[in-house]
């Protein structure tokens, strides 16, 4: 969304000669079709510009609650019945590694989300979340708090000791999540 508070417009701030909008789908675009890829944004006037974007470049995209972020990925998902697992991408995070992506999947079939978070994986912009549809979906229902609705994936975090997670650790010996953030 264009309304950042700390950064207003951040996602279409060029870096080098592209958007970091740009730089996350032409990363995404490398390894995952570009009909799976979908970008979730407000319906306030001043996200017509992510809109116009999405369009140019023949993106799905949906528009949505600005408070209600897991409103939008749910409604996202019941548009996609063939759609079984879903990666949670942020669209200001242009450090994002596809090959992990990738790794993660084959983590998703014995568990019920998969993720480089709490604190044990990879710097801030560089995380991993990967989401089974029906887990997200029937637990949609239990979200309660304010910041299930705004941070998407905080209830499960919350709830963490009630799923099967796998967790993406960086193979760097003794690395600390924590000091470092890009």
């Known amino acids: 969304r264009m309304g950042s508070s700390r950064l207003p417009g951040k996602i279409l701030m060029k870096v ?5 909008l740009d730089h996350v789908v032409n990363t995404l675009e490398k390894q995952f079709d570009k009909n799976s890829i979908s970008i979730a944004t407000t319906d306030n006037a001043n ?13 799905h995209f949906f ?22 697992t879903f990666f949670r991408v942020c669209a200001d995070g242009p450090l994002i590694s596809t090959d992990t992506m990738l790794d993660s999947l084959q983590l998703i079939q014995r568990n019920s989300f998969v993720t480089s978070m709490p604190n044990k994986g ?5 995380n991993i979340e990967l989401f089974k549809k029906d887990l ?6 239990l979200f309660h708090a304010p910041a ?8 499960f975090y919350e709830s963490i000791t009630q799923y ?7 193979s760097i010996d003794n690395f600390h999540y924590d000091r470092l953030k890009f």
């Open 16 to 20: 080098g000669a592209n958007s970091i």
């Open 47 to 59: 996200d017509d510009i992510v809109e116009e974007y999405c369009k140019s470049r023949s993106l």
């Open 63 to 84: 528009r949505g609650s600005e408070q209600n972020v897991a409103s939008r990925f749910k409604e996202i998902l019941e548009l996609f019945p063939e759609c079984s």
């Open 122 to 126: 990879f710097p801030m912009g560089m």
């Open 136 to 141: 997200f979906l029937n637990s949609y229902p």
């Open 148 to 155: 299930h609705f705004e941070h998407v994936t905080r209830y």
């Open 164 to 170: 099967e997670v796998g967790l993406m650790k960086t």
